[in-house]
């Protein structure tokens, strides 16, 4: 298993610095939310400046492995609306950020976006599975994996735990559609330990990534969140692909927040 770093831990410095500091201290790459590449329109980020980040990430010894927060800019989008123009803005603004990931060198997305598929009418779930299933043919189309976050109750009211996102992808069938494991929300909302879910979901291959954080939204080893038995049952299901620390609580600042996480994890993976 190999950890990122999500960018907006360090957010107040350059990329150039985000990345050389990522790389310095252990992380193998750097998981990207494009609102702070662009607060407005990071789908429209111009190819040269695509190149130009992806150079610099390379170039520091931190590449850009995925992309997540996916929709936060621009505002106002949604994957459940009935307004058909904002249905259509919604889903270019996704295509073009699948391309966005393409050209970074990425190789996934993860679509969290807890507000933006929020299920407040009839035929929400109907929509957001419909858009999931464009996102799936498009990031397929580029090589990708795009993955539906399962997040918990107390931030969104749809796939809120790993079966459920499970049974979404399972039905819409789409290539490039995955699911995956976020360790905070998993404690806030899922019955059974994260390790057990691990072992129960990752033989069935629709467990595509993982973000590693505690419940009290801090980084790994800054909560009451027991990672080793997590770190144990990746181990044991032969999980290679990738995990980001994502916390989102940077106590007591984001460069020490992501130091402390990944010299915790690389901690206990030396001792396992």
């Known amino acids: 298993m190999r950890i990122a770093l999500c960018n907006e831990v360090l957010a107040g410095l350059p ?8 790389a310095g201290l252990g992380y193998a790459g750097l ?11 990071p ?13 610099i990430a390379e170039g520091e010894g931190a590449p850009i492995t995925s992309l997540h927060w996916l929709l936060m800019a621009p505002a106002g989008l949604s994957i459940t609306a009935a307004d ?11 295509e073009r950020l699948v391309g966005l990931a393409a050209d970074l060198g990425a190789t996934l997305l993860v679509h969290g976006s807890p507000k933006q598929r929020h299920l407040a009418a009839a035929g929400d779930a109907a929509r957001a599975e419909e858009a999931l299933a464009l996102a799936g043919f498009w990031a397929a189309r580029h090589g990708l994996t795009y993955c539906l976050e399962p997040l918990d109750a107390g931030q969104t009211n749809w796939a809120t735990t790993v079966e459920e ?6 039905r819409i069938a789409s290539p490039g559609l995955k699911t995956m494991l976020d360790v905070s929300a998993a404690g806030r909302g899922e019955a059974a330990p994260v390790e057990e879910l691990l072992r129960r979901f990752v033989p069935t291959g629709w467990i595509a990534h993982l ?3 505690d419940r009290n939204r801090r980084a790994p080893g800054q909560g009451a969140d027991r990672f080793g038995p997590i770190l144990r049952a990746l181990r044991e299901v032969g999980y290679a692909g990738f995990a ?11 460069p020490a927040s ?11 993976m030396e001792m396992s």
């Open 15 to 22: 990329f150039a610095a985000q990345a050389r500091l990522a």
């Open 31 to 41: 998981e990207v939310a494009p609102f702070t590449l662009d607060p407005e329109a």
């Open 43 to 55: 789908h429209l980020l111009p190819a040269a400046r695509r190149a130009e980040l992806r150079r």
């Open 84 to 94: 058909p123009a904002l249905r259509a803005r919604t889903l270019e603004v996704m």
């Open 165 to 170: 996102a499970v049974a979404i992808c399972a």
């Open 211 to 213: 973000h590693l954080n």
């Open 244 to 254: 980001a620390v994502e916390p989102f609580d940077y106590h007591p600042d984001g």
């Open 258 to 268: 992501a130091a402390r996480a990944i010299g915790y994890l690389h901690g206990l």
